[in-house]
T-cell receptor, first 113, second 115 residues
Framework: EAGVVQSPRYKIIEKKQPVAFWCNPI?????LYWYLQNLGQGPELLIR????????DSQLPKDRFSAERLKGVDSTLKIQPAELGDSAVYLC???????????FGQGTRLTVV | AQSVTQLGSHVSVSEGALVLLRCNYS??????LFWYVQYPNQGLQLLLK??????LVKGINGFEAEFKKSETSFHLTKPSAHMSDAAEYFCAVSELANQGGKLIFGQGTELSVKP
């Protein structure tokens, strides 16, 4: 069974440029999460989807961040414009439902210069 | 709001020694508790979880954790450390559905294993 697939694995961009991350969850998983992991810290939830509905986006900085999960499968997280402080690892995870095991992708390491 | 505190950002043990990684949580209701491991440049992998029932939970790679409600703790242990156990370990608590149903992670504990 394929796991959660994220791309790209690494991304280096200049500040003020846009960037997008893609996530393909495990087939049949209704819940999808985007987490932000700063260096030396635990992941922090940015947004949670139940199917195609964003049910918790309270921690998503909506002035520059946006996300979508079309058809309740793949998801894209976008930052526009990127700032130096956005340098971090962006993790995608999925689970069958909200309180079952979450499976994590390998993450996208973003460096903003 | 729920929170998780991991005592010690870095723990070092000798190969074959006991591993003890500490985790305390705050919650006004019975939580779901998890331990995840993260190897360098990898995503998080679930080691074990507590939902209900038996308070001593066994996970993969010989790890186990005990839920102690009176101490609000969920410490992770392994009787004998192996070199391959060197990684970052995260304790997490899951909120109830009416509070969002998300994982709240501790700051992580880096485990080093000396030969």
């Amino acid at each position: 069974e394929a796991g959660v697939v994220q791309s790209p694995r690494y991304k280096i961009i200049e500040k003020k440029q846009p960037v997008a991350f893609w996530c393909n969850p495990i087939s049949g998983h209704n819940t999808l999460y985007w987490y932000l992991q700063n260096l030396g810290q635990g992941p922090e939830l940015l947004i949670r989807y139940e199917n195609e509905e964003a049910v918790d986006d309270s921690q998503l900085p909506k002035d520059r961040f946006s996300a979508e999960r079309l058809k309740g499968v793949d998801s894209t997280l976008k930052i526009q414009p990127a700032e130096l402080g956005d340098s971090a690892v962006y993790l995608c995870a999925s689970s069958v439902q909200w309180n079952t095991e979450a499976f994590f992708g390998q993450g996208t390491r973003l460096t903003v210069v | 709001a729920q929170s998780v505190t991991q005592l010690g950002s870095h723990v070092s043990v000798s190969e074959g020694a006991l591993v003890l990684l500490r985790c305390n949580y705050s919650s006004s209701v019975p939580p779901y508790l998890f331990w995840y491991v993260q190897y360098p440049n990898q995503g998080l992998q679930l080691l074990l979880k507590y939902t209900t029932g038996a308070t001593l939970v066994k996970g993969i790679n010989g790890f186990e954790a005990e839920f102690k409600k009176s101490e609000t703790s969920f410490h992770l242990t392994k009787p004998s450390a192996h070199m391959s156990d060197a990684a970052e370990y995260f304790c997490a608590v899951s909120e109830l559905a009416n509070q969002g149903g998300k994982l709240i992670f501790g700051q992580g504990t880096e485990l080093s294993v000396k030969p």
